[in-house]
């Protein structure tokens, strides 16, 4: 059984009925969107008390069901065999390389590191190609290994690699290809293949967000390792860790000892290695996590049917859909928003959304070549990512998980409705606290 949040309804007995009324006041409020904003608010920024309480988080991490982590620790401690590619992890990496269609799996503390490890392993150097619009982390991995990241833009549509221009960035010194499945979408990896092969180019995937996401038209993987992230904050988890695949055997061979300093026998070194072992305490979540993979992707998947359907009266704002083909985890619920269209900037609306305690995200803004250091490295970048500069400015990504329930999202979703009918007035409300944007960004804006 899930351990799903059992206060989802948002059971306000405990609370005044004082409070109860104002709280039913406002939900009746936030469906009529034309109701006068400012004389009886219905939303937080308005000044009705919060619609959410816990607050609605993006990666608020799927809890396990708890008997069989438990059961799986004790064997832990019973075995004594706490690490070192223990049982567990190594149960845990073979079931991820078995889903996701590669030979093998090597099981690692996290994805970062397991970027890493595949780009160093594969002998990537001099420049490779990669998005900016993605988490920060696919861009540190090829940095801290000393490769030049070159920055290329994205497809608008599926937010992941232009193929056309990473086949444009190539030079005589690039020696890779690393792209991202963003958001699990795998679009994009044939035509990536293709640009490698005809430039004798290795092709790595971050695959951080694409665990259990059918790949184009169902094909095999295509890249010649690929990375997975079980990180607290995704769907299927191991606390900290990450999973780099691949069906090549020696490649497979020469990251376990990678990822083991480099040890090739008890007193032998051979490669110039570190530590990235997933321990055993991790794996025993991985696979408590990993069983109850088909309820997590339901609960997605109904959250996501029902932020198609409250979203649909809501101007300016479009829910990207999961791929056609074959099974999503649909993790991310990601929202690209027309500002014209809705009458509200992006930004506001996230404001708005922080006062009835829906923390609503940004990912992945402004695109690592904002980011330091890249920002100071090339400073030149943005001219030549007109579409991640677009895209990092339109999207919203808003809670899912076994945290929110399909019922939470037809209130959320009412709520953004009503923001977005009171847009004036919320404007107004926003800008009568300046330090809401500090508060909420510090240190934001990035400078053109
Ligand atoms: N490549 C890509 C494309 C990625 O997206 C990522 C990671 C990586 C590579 C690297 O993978 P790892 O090395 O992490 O395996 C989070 C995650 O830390 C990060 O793993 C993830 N991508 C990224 C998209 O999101 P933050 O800084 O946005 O998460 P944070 O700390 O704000 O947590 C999200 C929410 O969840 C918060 O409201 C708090 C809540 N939370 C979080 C944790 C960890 C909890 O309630 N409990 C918890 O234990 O980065």
Redesign the pocket.
């Known amino acids: 059984m899930l351990n799903v949040r059992d206060d989802q309804a948002v059971d306000n007995s405990s609370r005044p009925e004082r409070d109860r009324a104002a709280r039913r006041e406002a939900d009746g409020r936030a469906l009529r969107v034309s109701a006068p904003p400012l004389e009886r608010p219905a939303i937080g920024v308005l000044g009705a008390p919060p619609a959410f309480d816990p ?1 609605l ?5 799927n809890m396990p069901e708890r008997g069989a982590f438990l059961s799986r620790i004790e064997a832990m401690l019973d075995s004594v065999r706490l690490t070192n590619l223990g049982p567990m992890s190594v149960e845990f990496e073979q079931a991820v390389a078995d889903i996701s269609g590669h030979r093998q799996g090597i099981a690692v503390c ?6 890493e490890l595949a780009v160093s392993a594969l002998g990537l150097e001099g420049e490779v190609i990669v998005p900016s619009f ?2 920060v ?2 861009v540190h ?1 090829l940095w801290r290994q000393g490769i030049r990241p070159v920055f290329c833009d994205i497809d608008p549509v599926t937010h992941n690699l232009d193929p056309e221009r990473v086949r444009a960035a190539i030079t005589p010194r690039t020696t890779g290809i690393l792209g ?1 499945a ?1 958001w699990g979408d795998y679009a994009g990896e044939a035509a990536l293949r293709r640009v490698a092969d005809e430039h004798g180019l290795k092709l790595v995937l ?1 695959s ?2 694409a665990f259990g996401c059918a790949r184009e038209a169902g094909g095999p993987p295509l890249s010649d390792a690929e ?1 997975f ?6 769907c299927i988890h191991a ?4 999973v780099i695949a691949t069906s090549d055997a020696a490649l497979a061979d020469k990251l376990r000892q990678m990822i083991n300093f480099g040890f090739t026998g008890e007193d032998r070194v051979s490669h110039l290695g570190t530590n990235a072992k997933m321990s055993e305490a991790s794996a025993a979540m991985g696979l408590t996590s990993l069983a109850a993979r088909n309820d997590i992707f339901a609960r997605n998947r109904a959250n996501h049917d029902a932020y198609l359907r409250g979203l649909a009266n809501c101007p300016g704002l479009t829910l990207r859909r999961p791929p056609a083909y074959g099974e999503h985890n649909c993790q991310y619920v990601v929202v690209e928003m027309d500002e014209a269209e809705a009458g509200l900037g992006r930004d506001e609306l996230i404001c708005a959304l922080r006062h009835d305690n829906v ?1 609503a ?1 940004r ?2 803004y402004p695109g690592c070549h904002r980011m330091m250091p890249y920002s100071r490295l090339f400073p030149d970048a943005a001219r030549h990512l007109p579409q991640t500069e677009a895209v990092a400015r339109r999207v919203i990504v808003l809670p899912t998980g076994l945290s929110v329930s399909p019922e939470d999202i037809g209130r959320l979703t009412a709520i953004i409705a009503a923001i977005l009918g009171s847009a004036s007035g919320v404007r107004a409300a926003i800008d009568r606290d300046p330090d809401a944007r500090r508060r909420f960004w510090p240190g934001d804006e990035p400078s053109d």
């Open positions: 607050p988080l993006v990666g608020r991490p996290n994805a970062t590191l397991g970027l993605t988490f982390a696919t991995a991202v963003l971050d951080a967000h990375v992230s079980f990180h607290a904050t995704k606390i900290e860790g990450g923390l995200r990912y992945f």
